[in-house]
Nanobody, 127 residues
Framework: QVHLEESGGVSVQAGGSLSLSCVVS????????VGWFRQAPGKEREGVAV????????FYADSVKGRCTISGDIDKNAVYLQMNNLKPEDTARYYC????????????????????WGQGTQVTVSS
């Protein structure tokens, strides 16, 4: 079993930034993909960004591309999500998730390919 724990949820005004952390209980740099997803009330869960930890390859959803960075810390076995220029539509509960191997396209609309999930952390952006 793989345990993931998110932290860093914020309540900010539009234009602000966030920095989320995800600590994983299993060493992910042997070949796990770790993704960040979000789900707003009444909406489906969508993929935001993902990293293949072993090689550092990343992918971003169009909705966050250019204002979002996903990165990893091999010493802390953690994955981070940084996002700036936040918009009210970024309001959601953010989850990190892991799976063994590469992710499959289309990443954003296929959260079910990830086996292990954290409990999430809330991000609220006010206008």
């Amino acid at each position: 079993q793989v345990h993931l724990e998110e932290s860093g949820g914020v309540s900010v005004q539009a234009g602000g930034s966030l920095s989320l952390s995800c600590v994983v209980s299993r060493y992910i740099y042997t070949g796990y993909s770790v993704g960040w997803f979000r789900q707003a009330p009444g909406k489906e869960r969508e993929g935001v960004a993902v990293i293949y930890s072993k090689a550092g390859n990343t992918f971003y959803a169009d909705s966050v591309k250019g204002r979002c960075t996903i990165s990893g810390d091999i010493d802390k076995n953690a994955v981070y999500l940084q996002m700036n220029n936040l918009k009210p539509e970024d309001t959601a509960r953010y989850y990190c998730a892991a799976k063994w191997g590469w992710w499959s396209a289309p990443f954003s609309s296929r959260p079910e390919q990830f086996n292990y999930w954290g409990q999430g952390t809330q991000v609220t952006v006010s206008s």
